[in-house]
């Protein structure tokens, strides 16, 4: 059940269980002492907001929706899944605290540690559009922006606040947790140290990767174009890769979250500024 030295990196199963002893609903039952979600239940998500995604998107192709229910739309055919997932997970099979089992908190160096991510990550993602295309997405580009709506709720306050929190949870919080535990860390340790900690270091490494690869696909079938694609395809690797590093480092979601805020919000503002 060890996870990572405390004072550097994440033990995700049981960096905070001491307090789930205190953990109870509102009923007065007490919330279970370990989780018994994993690799199913994000797998489970991740399928169902990918049937989701590709079927609204068949149903604007052939029926007409007005703009502002499309885009809303849009949003929830991914939040729906997503959120589920991790609800159902955590209260329905984990001990009942998105805290406790997905490390949903947040500290004042979480605000340098995301800043300084979201900012690194999308400095990245535009050197490789720049390398690959000429040209950097959302710079130099004038476009028609929407109004009211799908001004305020689809290019701002979704993108840049809710998205974050949304996808963070279940990408860096139920799926890189799931696939850590299941590739090594919660299970009986050998008595090598040396060889318990090469075990945490592989399957936190497996982890982050995991959940990179599983957030750039969901991208990737929103997608309209193959150009389009390619670009929300490998920004989102690029920036699940560092999201997942930033969660191992320190046991929480704070800092991925506000990266996600700060790498949404450069390309936006790009945009608007344009």
């Not at 990767?209 to 750039?216: G, P």
Request: aromatic letters at 8%; hydrophobic letters at 55%; glycine letters at 12%.
């Amino acid at each position: 059940m060890m996870g990572f030295p405390r004072s550097n990196t994440l033990s995700p199963m049981t960096k905070d269980a001491p307090e789930a002893d205190d953990l109870s609903t509102s009923q007065g039952v007490p919330a279970p002492s370990a989780p018994i979600w994993g690799v199913a239940d994000a797998a489970f998500g991740t399928i169902f907001a990918i049937l989701c995604v590709l079927g609204w998107t068949a149903l604007v192709r052939t029926v007409i929706i007005d703009p502002a229910v499309q885009v809303l739309g849009a949003y929830l055919a991914v939040w729906i899944p997503l959120l589920g997932g991790v609800l159902v997970a955590s209260f329905v099979r984990g001990r009942r605290s998105l805290t406790l089992d997905f490390g949903l908190r947040f500290t004042w160096l979480d605000l340098c540690w995301g800043v300084g991510l979201g900012l690194l990550a999308r400095a990245a993602v535009s050197g490789i559009e720049l390398a690959t295309s000429g040209r950097v997405a959302g710079f130099g580009v004038r476009l028609e922006l929407p109004t009211g709506f799908e001004l305020w709720f689809g290019v701002l306050l979704a993108p840049i606040v809710l998205g974050p929190l949304v996808e963070e949870l279940f990408f860096r919080g139920l799926v890189l947790r799931a696939v850590e535990r299941g590739a090594g860390v919660g299970g009986h340790g050998s008595g090598d140290d040396r060889t318990d900690r090469r075990t945490r270091v592989a399957a936190a490494s497996v982890a982050v990767l995991t959940s990179a690869l599983v957030f750039a696909l969901l991208h990737v079938t929103q997608a309209a174009t193959v150009s389009e694609a390619w670009r929300s395809g490998a920004g989102s690797l690029v920036f699940g890769l560092a999201a997942g590093v930033a969660t191992v480092l320190t046991g929480r979601l704070g800092a991925a979250i506000i990266g996600h805020m700060v790498f949404n919000g450069v390309l936006i503002a790009a945009v608007l500024s344009a």
